[in-house]
Every structure is written in structure tokens, then in C-alpha cells.
């Protein structure tokens, strides 16, 4: 409140965003002239407005100044967005190669909370009724299949199906084709519908469709006398006017197993591994002219744990790799779905599962390429040949060579075409270790199918050729090789070598004095063997003391 006295006008003090103002007051002489009077009310009041608005340090107040706003943006650096940095794109990469790493956590729940939900709003269903059985077409311990049609040929494509009536194991060999349905449709056959049907006779069991691709098996194939020609005709549609030979029999073996490799790195990129891959499950497709692989039934989806169980096996002993567990019998059971997929990356790397169905590729090679072990009893008696040998194949073809038949000696003389890449490849897929073979994606990068240019070599798959042989090469095997060249080139007179000079050549030792490069490979392979050597004694140390770990309330463990 203002006090008006005589002469002067009397300003109170006020406080001001918590600071007292001191008004000085305003002098007002009544006897003076109008004009002094007004020069004088004028400087008055600026220095009102200045105590004010000026000396207080702040202008109007803050509710239409914003002036918090104002001392921010002028005390902190302003933002330009995403600061790029070294540690975070290194933390970038390798998230992404920890999510894209097989068998993959990214496409695993765009596979299972996107595909898996839209293929069955949009694909066809059948039933009992819908189905006409014809032909029976074989039977097994877990099932029969038939030859069957549809009752009401809905399909544009229409054709003969194959049903298989599944006892056992049907309900995984369901979940295992849609997965392949769904990513990686060319390595299996054309998997239509499943579903399960109840019967009061037989009880319950699963109903599984396919369209029809073939009657022809790889083992049906390989009985024939003509094999490998006869493939070659099913292959190209036509019979190849070439003399035959050792090199027109190893192209058309070249092709076999390229395509095989192709549908089995499909299979074990999305996780599975078969654990059955045997000439009886390869069936060769009519359609596409390719060979695929059936029979999902023991399978083990290793992406969501789904047919897997760390004591228990389901393989056949003639094509079994010797270690007859996918898994180390110490892993625990899959936990849920989405857990078991985050984690999935680490324990394929821990244990490369997928090395298992690459020594049953290896031995279905060694059958294309010597006759004589196509039949059982000649298999069962070479898989005990080998173990004998501690599984080594190098060892298993000094015992049996000097002995060996025509027919023997013409598959060492195929597989050693080409600088015997053909005898590499197999030697890299058929070794006691699971961690010492070849994967199938490897294999597919190897010169054994380049030669011919089935498959053309990237930078990449030349890359993890390479390092697959600086890894695993045994280097020793090849300094044998050569001393054995050379000893069979001939005497000193036909331009070979002494046996005096081949001793001296034995006797030489390697120059310690090595490349930059290849220090630094020694270095990186020396470190990663360090590193899988720690987590596999971390692995078996935890595994041993069964310690209490903060997951354990969601793995269940087997009694």
C-alpha cells in the first residue's frame, strides 16, 4: 500500500522472487512548476523500473519467462543425437553377431512369435475323411507310410501324397517339418499337414502328409550295379554322351554330396540336427531333381530344446558318429522356449552338435566311392576296422591298401583326383572329435566341389577354408605325402630321389624363423584354444559340483 503524505509519495518495500526490493520514494513539491515536476516523476520512475526489472537480476517472472528453461540451454551442451562411439559399435556387432549366430536368436523369435502364427492362419488343414490310403509303402518300429490321395483335390497342384502313420515321435516329426517348412523348404520334403487321430482299435496316433517327391532313395540308388550312373540320369534328365571313367563317376558323386551338404547346412542353420542320416533318408525329388532329406522323426530341435535329452540317444550304430551323443551328457535340460533361445548360440559353439550328422555324411562318401561297403555287414565290418584304428583314416588306408581288391583300389584312385582333394574333404568329415571335423557349410566352400564349378568360392568361404586348415591340418600327414611322392617318382637315374637322400629330407627340421602372418595366426589360434579350453574346464567344473546356479529354478533337471 502506498501512504500519501504532504509533498512526497511513500512507496512501501516489497519482496520479490524471495529477495526484499527497497523503494526509494518518489518526490513530489507541490509548489513547483508542472514541467519541473514532470522531468522529475520521470527519472523517478525509471529508477523504479530499473531497481525492479534490472537490479533484482531477473526479468518478468518465471511462469512467463521460463527462465529455468533459458539458464538450461545456455549451461548444457546441446544434443546432436546418437553419439557414435568405438566401444558402442563393438558392442553393436557383436550383439548383432550374437543374435544372428547359429542357430540364430533373432530369426528363432521372428520364427516363433510371427511365421509360426501367420502360417497357420493361411495354410490348408486335413482330416481323416479328406484322405483316400492306397499303396503301402513301407513300415517301421515308429510307423507305416503309405502312398495316399486326397478325396476332394482342392489343390491347383494336386498329385499323389505320401502319409505316414506315426506311432511314436509323431508329434515332434510335426513340429520338426514346419520349422523346416517354414525355414529351409528345399532340404526336406514338401511337408503339407499333421495332425492326430484316435482310433479305438490302435489308440491314438499322428497323421502326417506329404506331397509326393519321389520313390527313390539314395540306398535304392546306390544297390543298383549302374550307380553312379544311373543318378546322372535322374540329375540332368538325360544320359551324358561321355565315356565312362573315374572322372565322370566322381562328378556325379561331387553332386550328390553337394546337394546333400546343401539340404544338411539348411537343416543345422535353423537349429536341427537330424541324428538319422543314412542313404534310407535320403530320398531323391522328382520334381526339383535334387536329393532331400525325410525322416524328422529323431531329430532334436536345439534352437527351443525340443527332442532333446542330455542321457538319451537316437541314432542307428551303422552311420552313428563314435560319440553317439549330440550333447554333452552334462547339459541340462531346455528350459522354456524363449530362454532356451537366447541361450542356444552358446551351447551350439560349447558342443557343435551339428559335427554328428557330418561323420554320417561322411560315411555315405566313403560308400559312393568304394562299392564294396554299401552293404551292411561290409559297413559293420569297417566301422569295426576303424575303430581298431582309433577312428583315423589315414591308418585305416595303410592297413587295407597293400591288400586291398580292384575294386578298393578304384575308389583311393577317385578320391585321389585333383591332388587328392576328394580324400581331404572325406578325412576332414569322417574324425574321432566332433570338434575336429569339417561343418557342412565349410564343406561346401571346399575345392572338392570347385573343380567343377558346382559351387563358386567367396571371399568369406575361402576365408573359413583357410582357417579350417590352419586349425585342423595335420601337417605331419602331408610331409608324408610328399616323402612318399618322391620315393615313388623313381630312382636318382629316372630323376627321384635315394633312400640315403630321403632319410636326410626326413631328418630336416622346420626353420624356427616364421612370417608376420602366420605368428599372428599361431597367436589368435593359441588364444582361442586357451579361451574354449577355460569355458569347457568352467563347463565340467560347475557340471561336477552341481553348484546352484541363479537359473536353476527354470532348468529342469533329470533325475
Not at 128 to 135: N, R
Not at 214 to 234: C, H, I
Not at 388 to 396: E, F, I, K, T
Request: aromatic share 10%.
Amino acid at each position: 500500500m502506498a501512504a500519501v503524505g504532504i509533498g512526497r509519495v511513500v512507496l512501501p518495500s516489497c519482496s520479490f522472487l524471495g529477495k526484499k526490493v527497497k523503494l526509494k520514494p518518489l518526490s513530489l513539491s507541490i509548489g513547483l512548476k508542472k514541467e519541473r515536476n514532470s522531468r522529475i516523476i520521470k527519472a523517478e520512475m525509471f529508477r523504479f523500473a530499473h531497481d525492479i526489472f534490472v537490479g533484482v537480476g531477473v526479468g518478468l517472472p518465471c511462469t512467463v519467462m521460463e527462465c529455468g528453461d533459458i539458464i538450461y540451454r545456455s549451461t548444457l551442451p546441446k544434443s546432436n543425437g546418437i553419439t557414435v562411439t568405438v566401444p558402442g559399435v563393438i558392442m553393436a556387432l557383436g550383439t548383432l553377431s550374437y543374435l544372428w549366430a547359429t542357430p540364430g536368436v533373432a530369426p528363432g523369435f521372428f520364427d516363433m512369435f510371427v511365421l509360426a502364427f501367420v502360417e497357420r492362419l493361411f495354410r490348408s488343414t486335413y482330416k481323416k475323411d479328406d484322405i483316400v490310403l492306397g499303396k503301402k509303402l513301407g513300415e517301421g518300429s515308429f510307423g507305416s507310410v503309405y502312398r495316399v490321395s486326397l478325396a476332394k483335390k482342392t489343390s491347383s497342384k494336386g498329385g499323389d501324397l505320401v502319409l505316414k502313420r506315426a506311432t511314436e515321435y509323431g508329434a515332434v516329426e510335426i513340429w520338426m517339418n514346419e520349422r523346416v517348412r517354414r525355414a529351409c523348404a528345399n532340404s526336406c520334403a514338401d511337408f503339407l499337414y499333421g495332425f492326430l487321430e484316435s482310433s479305438s482299435k490302435k489308440g491314438a496316433e499322428y497323421w502326417l502328409l506329404w506331397r509326393f517327391e519321389g520313390k527313390a532313395t539314395l540306398a535304392d540308388l546306390m544297390q543298383s550295379r549302374e550307380f553312379p550312373y544311373n543318378v546322372e540320369a535322374l540329375i540332368l534328365g538325360e544320359v551324358q554322351d561321355l565315356p565312362k571313367g573315374l572322372d565322370r563317376e566322381n562328378r556325379i558323386i561331387q553332386t550328390i554330396m553337394g546337394q546333400l551338404l546343401f539340404a544338411l547346412d539348411g537343416l543345422h542353420s535353423t537349429g536341427i540336427v537330424h541324428r538319422d542320416i543314412k542313404p534310407q533318408n535320403i530320398i531323391f525329388s522328382e520334381g526339383s531333381r535334387t536329393f532331400k532329406i525325410i525322416d524328422l522323426g529323431a531329430a532334436a530341435d536345439l534352437r527351443v530344446g525340443i527332442n532333446y535329452i542330455p542321457k538319451e540317444f537316437l541314432l542307428d550304430p551303422r552311420y552313428a558318429a563314435p560319440e553317439q551323443y549330440i550333447m554333452s551328457t552334462q547339459t541340462p535340460s531346455a528350459p522354456s522356449a524363449p530362454v532356451a533361445t537366447a541361450l542356444s548360440p552358446v551351447l551350439w559353439q560349447l558342443n557343435l552338435p551339428d559335427r554328428f550328422d557330418i561323420y554320417s555324411v561322411g560315411l555315405i562318401f566313403l560308400q559312393m566311392a568304394f562299392p564294396g561297403l554299401r552293404s551292411d555287414n561290409s559297413l559293420i565290418q569297417f566301422n569295426r576296422q576303424l575303430k581298431r584304428c582309433d577312428y583315423d583314416l589315414v591308418s585305416w588306408r595303410q592297413t587295407v591298401e597293400p591288400r586291398a581288391g580292384p575294386e578298393l583300389r578304384k575308389g583311393f584312385e577317385m578320391l585321389d583326383l585333383d591332388g587328392g582333394i576328394g580324400w581331404e574333404l572325406l578325412t576332414s568329415m569322417v574324425r574321432f572329435k566332433a570338434r575336429q571335423r569339417i561343418s557342412a557349410k565349410t564343406a561346401l566352400a571346399h575345392p572338392y566341389f570347385g573343380r567343377e564349378g558346382l559351387l563358386a568360392l567367396s571371399f568369406i568361404q575361402n576365408l573359413k577354408l583357410q582357417f579350417f586348415r590352419a586349425t585342423q591340418q595335420d601337417y605331419s600327414e602331408a610331409a608324408n605325402w610328399v616323402v612318399q611322392l618322391m620315393a615313388k617318382s623313381g630312382t636318382e637315374q629316372g630323376g627321384g630321389f635315394t633312400e640315403a637322400q630321403l632319410q636326410e629330407l626326413r631328418e630336416i627340421e622346420p626353420k624356427k624363423k616364421s612370417s608376420a602372418q602366420s605368428n599372428a595366426l599361431a597367436s589368435a589360434l593359441r588364444l582361442q584354444r586357451k579361451i574354449m579350453r577355460t569355458l569347457n574346464e568352467s563347463i565340467d567344473e560347475l557340471s561336477r559340483q552341481r553348484k546352484s546356479l541363479w537359473w536353476s529354478r527354470w532348468i529342469p533337471r533329470e533325475e
